[in-house]
């Protein structure tokens, strides 16, 4: 797998789980604590339980092809887990992959 398809890889798994992840905490969250409907949370969350998984093996593809040190392939990890901060993550790996540098340093 060459560094373009990795990044291919890692931008969509990068922007799906992000999605899953505010769809989780904006509509899902809300409705289970303020309106007593938990059906969406049990859904969303399984959801993005998987695709944060598939998040990470892409990641990790990505890290290996490009040789990233492990402390920065974790904190692009832990970017999933954030709201917001996998859309940032996206950007700013996609931004260094191409000009050859690490995502983070």
Known sequence: MSIDTALLAYRISAWVTG???LVLVVVAMPLKYVFGQPE????VGVAHGFLYMIYIVCTLLLAE???W?????VLILIAGTVPVA??????????RVRAGRTPVS
């Open 65 to 67: 092809r490009c040789r």
């Open 19 to 21: 999605v899953g992840l």
């Open 40 to 43: 969406l949370v049990s859904i």
């Open 69 to 73: 040190k492990p402390l920065d392939a």
């Open 86 to 95: 996998s859309f940032v993550a996206e950007r700013r790996v996609t931004h």
